[in-house]
């Protein structure tokens, strides 16, 4: 499936940079998925109408990857670098979003770690995916977990395409998960498989990848 062999190239890919992968859970508590990550009770993204609760606000169908990420940091000190791959959910649908989809997202932690670390990672990736030709363009954006942040988009077609979002960790973060934000810092990003799959492969309308059409999906053999 064209979603597999683009998330499998990706693991490879940061596995050789120097990421090891790391498995958790799809049903999250609100801690691990908004509380650990700077995500306030009166962010827009823990309101019913944009994420899956489980069970009275308790338990939720994880929006991203990156509780994923806190459970190592929690578990390992720095230096680290994790990534995680899997599905994600959220209350969207249509050409470019599912309700169902799946992202890899990454964390670096070490002494003196820069934006500038990151731009060089996130280049590195989409030319690898892309090819050296690749055009894109960071856009100023905010994310609670870190600061600053931006997305990155790719020339698709005539129109500008987002396929991830990233940016140093906030360190309120790292304090949330026992780690010495004077000493260490750290940089984090978060690709949609899917979004990278339709650049790849020429695809216009994202829920064409789940549609069992047997005709589609022979393409990518």
Known sequence: HPINQTKDFLLKLLSDLGFKEVQGPEIETEEFNFDMLNIKKSHPARQMHDTFYI???????????????????????????FISGGKVYRKDDDATHLPMFHQIEGIFIDEDVSFAHLKDLIYKICH?????????????????????????????GDKWLEILGCGV???????NCKVDSKKYSGLAFGLGIERIAMLKYGVSDIRDFYKSNLDFLRQFK
Do not use: C, W
């Open 55 to 81: 069970n009275k606000k308790t338990n939720v169908l994880r929006t991203h990857t990156s509780p994923v990420q806190i459970r190592g940091m929690l578990e390992k000190k720095p230096p680290l670098a």
């Open 128 to 156: 690898s995916l892309f090819g050296e030709e690749a055009k894109l363009r960071f856009r100023p954006s905010y994310f609670p977990f870190t600061e600053p942040s931006a997305e990155v988009d790719v020339l698709f």
């Open 169 to 175: 960790v906030n360190p309120k973060v790292l304090e």
